[in-house]
Every structure is written in structure tokens, then in C-alpha cells.
């Protein structure tokens, strides 16, 4: 059972945990035993998500986030299998976290009328330095 908030858990059954060999440097170790994590949840099919969180969860441009709406987490910081899949599941926690608060709508607004003549005038005399800047041929 992996707890996200006081009301809101994901079952064991919901997460698909693969074990694989991790990459980079290690030495011997790295080639023999299978420390890495591929945590997968389907966050689409999820009967513990609400709808609303699912909706915000799946409308992320998250590259972790397949086609299907599957959530992928590889976690290979770690020497050892069950730290790399303790950071897994913070990492799962933390994303399903991201999509609980609905995010505050944007109220359009206008540029004051004192903002306005700021940018104007700044613009003024911007033209004024660079009309006089400009080489006159006199002759």
C-alpha cells in the first residue's frame, strides 16, 4: 500500500515493479545483480486515482508518461535494490502529488494607463538618441 495523502492510497496490485540490471559504473557488481527499478502505474485504468486527478495527471507533458497512460519511473541512483525502489515510489508519491491541486486560474488583466505611457515614452526618446545618432550628408 503506498500512502500518497490521508485519504488517498495506491494499492501494491496497482504498481508493476521490474528489477533489471543498472547502467554506468559499478565494476563487477553492476553486471551481476539486478539493482535497478522500473516502477510502472497505469494512471489511466487506476481505480484509486479520483477523475479529476487522473484528468490533471494524464493532461501533464510528462516524458515518463507513455501513450497508454502509464507512468514510468526508472530509479537506478542507488547500490541497492530496495533503496532504488523506495526512490521509485517517493518519485510515484511526489508526481500523483503534483496533480491533487487544481491550478489557479488565470485572471487576464490590462497594462495601466501609467505603464503605458512609460513604455511609449521610453520609446521616444529611444528614437531620439537614435535619430541623432543618424550622419547627415550637408553637402
Given at each position: 500500500m503506498l500512502q500518497i495523502t490521508d485519504d488517498l492510497t495506491i494499492a501494491d496490485a496497482e504498481l508493476d515493479e521490474r528489477f533489471v540490471r543498472a547502467s554506468g559504473p559499478g565494476g563487477q557488481n553492476v553486471n551481476k545483480?539486478?539493482?535497478a527499478?522500473?516502477?510502472r502505474f497505469d494512471v489511466a485504468n487506476s481505480p484509486s486515482l479520483p477523475e479529476a486527478v487522473r484528468e490533471r495527471l494524464l493532461a501533464k507533458r510528462d516524458r515518463r508518461l507513455t501513450d497508454d497512460g502509464v507512468f514510468v519511473i526508472n530509479a537506478q541512483r542507488f547500490r541497492t535494490q530496495e533503496r532504488n525502489r523506495e526512490d521509485a515510489r517517493e518519485r510515484l508519491v511526489h508526481f500523483v502529488?503534483?496533480?491533487l491541486r487544481a491550478p489557479k486560474p488565470r485572471i487576464a488583466t490590462k497594462p495601466s494607463r501609467a505603464s503605458k505611457e512609460r513604455r511609449l515614452g521610453a520609446k521616444r526618446e529611444r528614437s531620439t538618441i537614435k535619430r541623432g545618432r543618424a550622419t547627415r550628408d550637408w553637402d
Open positions: 545483480v539486478a539493482t527499478v522500473e516502477l502529488e503534483s496533480g
